[in-house]
Structure formats: C-alpha cells, structure tokens
C-alpha cells in the first residue's frame, strides 16, 4: 500500500499508518477492507480513486491484548466521511462487540463527504449507532489527530475516553468560516475548538496530550487501568510499590490546620494509592473534585474526591457531570468506586442555579444510587448538607463509610448554623459569650463523626493513618458482590 505519509509530516503530523504503528505492539496490526471504495458517481467522483475511501481500519495488539483500530487519512479526499468510510468504522466497531476487545479510533476528518449527499449521512448514522451498541460492552476510546467538524466530532462524543493533542486537535460543530458567515465573527480554529478549550472549558477532552507520541503512550497506560470488555476480571499487578512509613507520614501532614485552608486532595489519593499509580481523568476540566484510576495492592479503583484547592471543592454543575460520567463508567466494568469527602455543599447563587445546578446534582445523587459495585467512602474534614447525602453517602448505597476523628458531618457549617438559630442574639453584643458558648456545642454535639456513627450511618470512625488498610480490607471483603435488590424495569430516567 502506497500512503502520502509527507504531506502530512509537512503539517506536523503523523501519517495514519504511523499512528497505528505508534499506537500498537511492533508488527501487529492487520488491515481489513484495505479494498474497498466510494461507490458515488455525480461531481466527478467517477473518476476519483479514494484509496481504502480513507479510512484504515484493522486490528492488532496492546500491551499484548487484542484491541480494534481504525485511523482517518487527512490526505485521502480529507478524511472525509462516505458511506463505505462510515461503513468500513461500523464494522470494525461491531466486530470487536463480538469480539470482547476495546475499538480505539483516531479522528482526522473535515466531516461529511458532501459529494456523496445522503449517503455520507448514512455512514454516520450507522457508525453512532455502533457506538451506542458498543457503550457499557467495550471501551471505546477517541484520539482527536486533526480538524474534526459537524458529524466528525459526535462518534467521538459517544466514546468513553477522549483525547486531544494540543496544536492539532480541533473539535466544532461548525468552522470558523460558517461561524464567519452566520454570527460576522471571527475567531480562530484554536479558540473554537482547540485542546485548551475542550480539556478546560467544554469539558469534552478527557486528556489534553503536548504531542501525538505522549498521547499514545497514555492510551496505553489508560488500557492497563480498565477492563477490555464488560465482565473482564483485571489481573492485579505483579508487584507492588508502596512506602508505607513515608505514606503514613504523608497522610497525617494532609490536612491544614485551619479547617477552612484549601489543600490539594491528590496529594492524599497519591498517599493511600500505590506508588505512582494515580491516572486522573479530565484533570483540567472542574478542578474542584478529581478523578481518575488508582490501584491499591495492584488492583484497579476509581476514585472520586473533592479537591479543597479549587473553589474550596464546593460542587457545581460541571463538576456534578464529570464525576457522574466516571462514576457510570467504572459502574458498567465493575471497577470498585473510592470516595474521599471534604465538601462545603452545592455553589450557592444565581449563576449556577440558571445553568441547572439541581439537574447536574441531582446526576450525581442517581448515578452513585445506581452504582452496584463495591463502593467505600471516606469522610476527612467537612460534609455539609445535601453534598455530605450526594458524595456516596451510606444512605445511597456505600458499602462502608468512614469519618476522620476531626470530620464535620451537618446540615450545614457552625457559624452558618448560628447566625439562623440565633438571629436576634447575634445582634445583641451582650449575648456575645452565650453565641461563642452555642457555637461551640454545635461543633461538639451535632458535628460531631460520633452522631452518625451511633446512627449507623458511618461504620467506623478511623484514624488517618488507618485510612487505605481499612480500605483495602473494605474492597477485598466486596470482591465478591453481587447486587439482587434492584427492582424489575427496562431503565431508569437520569436527569440529563
């Protein structure tokens, strides 16, 4: 097979060939439908040969399990869409549904093939409808490796891991040049559509890569975190790394003196988490709560957990969204869910109320209710109010939850608390000591862990450096779940 790999090295870019080649072990990949062809006759079409109608598909090896592939050409006809292109990925995506294995797709289109009208149009659908079949059966995971515009960019939008390249991934329902035409504005392909802006803005890149070699290298380390198809057991990992003095004393030092002081919660998730082993997901998306996979003695959790260093870790609409969407993920390939709480509430005010903060919580509150895998939560500073029910507390179906000895759990904070319990005091600067003496009984009677834990909603207060045995015991007790309470129904109704 002959490929135009120069003209897309004098764009800085990898030819799709290379990419697979990159992106699979050495000598494993195999073509199918290298054959095939557009099949459209009007525009002057008939006399165009559109090598493997641009797009190559196959499958190989990574890391030494199967994986499906397919690879958009650029410099075929522009990668773009026919019904044989859009056919041939359908395929592919079907056959490694039978076949139990990831399907990983490199995007590189301008869209539609305008010249084949309808049947383009076709092709898409039968490809979303693929990914659709496909989605909670295998992973499905997009490289964005060029412009993808219009319908390009939907298939990826179905998938379950996106990743961008930075200087090369764009990503936009219409171009610059119809923004130009229809809104008079201009503005670049970057700032519509570029990495930055779906890995910090939009929330559609899940991994922002600084060069198309960095990104598949992280494909690969994403691969070894997951199972490869619904109901596939991981192996845990030959050996394990963990220093547990320095991690003990890591843990300890975690927290700030001063309750309200911000700290970063991956420094903790690093220090329960075997060494090296924290691979966050959309880490610059919502930074107030992070997730990503871990592995705790080799063995892969997915962990959620408020970051007080963003927004003080207060839940908004995106960060309600990205923690759902993980949450369903590690949900659909059985992955055991790791919670880590130490949240203030739900952002108060009008602007998230009018993006729909009670729609956005309320998919936090469903999705860990429909989870059914093991689920521990651990409860380190503060839960408050409604968020202290949502972030997979024992009353949506935790398996267990712990509280650190100093951990606040209530309707809400002290002094909130005071100033609505003692409104006229609070006024009267001779009742000042009688408002410091409620303050502090408010903190040593009803914030306490000891209440919640008397009323069996927490199953043991613990000591942090007690914090990953417990854990660990926690999941290899659930290993064996099984969920047999759910009631008969087709599905339920998550508010979108």
Same mark, same amino acid.
């Given at each position: ?229 619904? +109901?596939?057991? #991981?192996?845990? =990992?030959?050996?394990? $790394?963990?220093?547990? &003095?320095?991690? %003990?004393?890591?843990? @300890? ?107 956005? +919580?309320?998919? #936090?509150?469903? =999705?860990?209710?429909? $989870?059914?895998?093991? &689920?521990?939560? %651990?409860?380190?500073? @503060? ?114």
């Amino acid at each position: 097979m002959t490929y135009n790999i120069e003209k897309q090295h004098e764009k800085g870019k990898l030819h799709a060939i290379e990419r697979i080649n990159a992106l699979l072990d050495k000598d494993s990949f195999v073509e199918i439908y290298a054959e095939a062809r557009h099949n459209c006759y009007e525009f002057g079409m008939d006399k165009k040969d559109i090598p493997y109608d641009g797009v190559i598909t196959g499958f190989g090896t990574i890391n030494g399990r199967r994986v499906a592939v397919y690879s958009q050409d650029f410099t075929v006809q522009g990668g773009s869409l026919g019904k044989m292109h859009g056919d041939k990925i359908a395929e592919i995506i079907s056959k490694a549904i039978e076949c139990k294995c990831p399907v990983i797709g490199i995007n590189d289109s301008g869209g539609a093939r305008i010249q084949e009208g309808v049947n383009a149009l076709a092709g898409y659908g039968n490809l979303f409808y693929q990914n659709v079949r496909a989605s909670g059966l295998i992973p499905q995971i997009s490289i964005i490796a060029g412009p993808c515009a219009g319908g390009a960019v939907y298939s990826p939008g179905l998938t379950d891991f996106i990743f961008t390249i930075d200087k090369i991934s764009y990503m936009f329902i219409t171009g610059p040049k119809v923004v130009k035409s229809v809104m008079f504005l201009d503005i670049s392909e970057e700032d519509l559509g570029g990495g930055i802006i779906h890995s910090q803005k939009s929330g559609v890149s899940h991994f922002r890569c600084p060069d198309e070699n960095d990104c598949y290298t992280k494909v690969r380390k994403l691969l070894d975190y997951i199972p490869h198809y619904y +109901g596939d057991v #991981l192996k845990p =990992a030959g050996k394990v $790394a963990y220093d547990a &003095k320095k991690k %003990v004393r890591e843990i @300890k030092e975690i927290l700030p003196e001063r309750k309200t002081q911000g700290y970063d919660v991956r420094k903790l998730i690093e220090a329960l988490t075997d060494d090296g082993s924290f691979f966050e997901v959309a880490e610059e998306f919502a930074p107030n709560v992070s997730v990503g996979f871990a592995k705790i003695e080799g063995k892969s959790v997915g962990i959620i957990a408020n970051n007080p260093s963003a927004l003080g870790g207060i839940l908004n609409c995106d960060a309600s969204d990205k923690a759902s969407r993980f949450i369903r993920y590690c949900d659909a390939y059985n992955i055991p869910l790791l919670t880590l709480v130490d949240i203030p509430g739900f952002v108060p005010g009008p602007e998230e109320e009018q993006k729909g903060i009670i729609r956005h +919580g309320a998919k #936090l509150i469903y =999705a860990y209710s429909e $989870a059914t895998v093991p &689920k521990v939560t %651990v409860i380190t500073r @503060k839960a408050y109010g409604g968020a202290y029910i949502a972030m997979c507390s024992k009353h949506l179906g935790a398996d267990f939850v712990f509280a650190w000895p100093t951990a606040e759990i209530a309707v809400m904070g002290a002094e909130g608390a005071i100033q609505i319990l003692y409104a006229k005091q609070l006024k009267d600067p001779s009742q000042a000591q009688m408002v410091q003496e409620k303050t502090e009984e408010y903190k040593n009677t009803i914030m306490t862990p000891k209440i919640a834990a008397k009323q069996g909603y927490i199953s043991g207060i613990i000591e942090p450096e007690e914090t990953r045995g417990k854990i660990l015991s926690c999941f290899k007790f659930l290993e064996e779940k099984r969920d047999t309470a759910q009631p008969e129904k087709k599905h339920g109704n998550i508010p979108l």
